[in-house]
């Protein structure tokens, strides 16, 4: 092949080149009216407006709840308190409460903590997600940790019920070998 034969097909490849990235240049410009016609139709572009927020209808905005915290340690030597005593909720809103737990003692303890609820039959409506109680705890000496309880009251909850207590009692667990702390926030 001559000189002249290779530099007229070069050209050729170069004409070719061209055509193909102008053409996905232009598709890739034109994808977008074409998304946005796809969105219009199939009613993607609806959720995607910002007045269209997301919200959780199980929420019963039209009542409110007060739920009281409480805290005992039974002959553990930890101190173990609600960080706040009481929480106004709706039913059906997701709630976080953390409760502080400290060992006061010189040598590492496990314990479990074991929930109650005031009136009795609430305990059926508190859905928890998270909960300190769903497993032992091993503090270290003079360990303090914040730990969470995640909840949701059931908007079925009778509504003569206006107040829950939600009530935790620390007990040791004798005889358990202290593991190595983990879990739980460090505070």
């Known amino acids: 092949m001559n000189t002249a034969a290779r530099a007229l097909e070069n050209r050729r490849l170069l004409v ?3 055509i193909a990235a102008v053409g996905m240049f232009g598709f890739g410009f034109l994808l ?49 308190v609600p960080q706040q005593g009481s929480r106004s909720v709706h039913p059906g809103e997701l709630v976080r409460v953390d409760y502080v737990l400290e060992n006061t003692t010189d040598k590492a ?19 928890k997600l998270d909960c300190f109680c769903f497993q032992q ?12 309880v995640v909840f949701v009251i059931d908007p079925s909850l009778p509504a003569e019920v206006n107040t829950v207590t939600l009530s935790y009692t620390f007990f040791a667990i004798e005889g358990a070998a202290p593991a190595p702390a983990s879990g739980g926030a460090q505070g």
């Open 16 to 18: 070719r080149l061209a």
């Open 32 to 80: 977008v009216p074409f998304y946005n016609t796809i969105c219009e139709v199939t009613g993607i572009n609806r959720l995607m407006k910002a007045d269209a927020q997301a919200a959780n209808t199980q929420v019963d905005t039209g009542r409110r709840l007060t739920i009281e915290f409480d805290a005992n340690a039974h002959a553990v030597p930890w101190r173990f």
């Open 109 to 127: 303890i496990v314990g479990q903590a074991i929930p109650s609820y005031g009136p009795q039959l609430a305990g059926q409506y508190v859905k």
């Open 137 to 148: 705890q091993t503090l270290a000496p003079h360990e303090r940790r914040v730990m969470p």
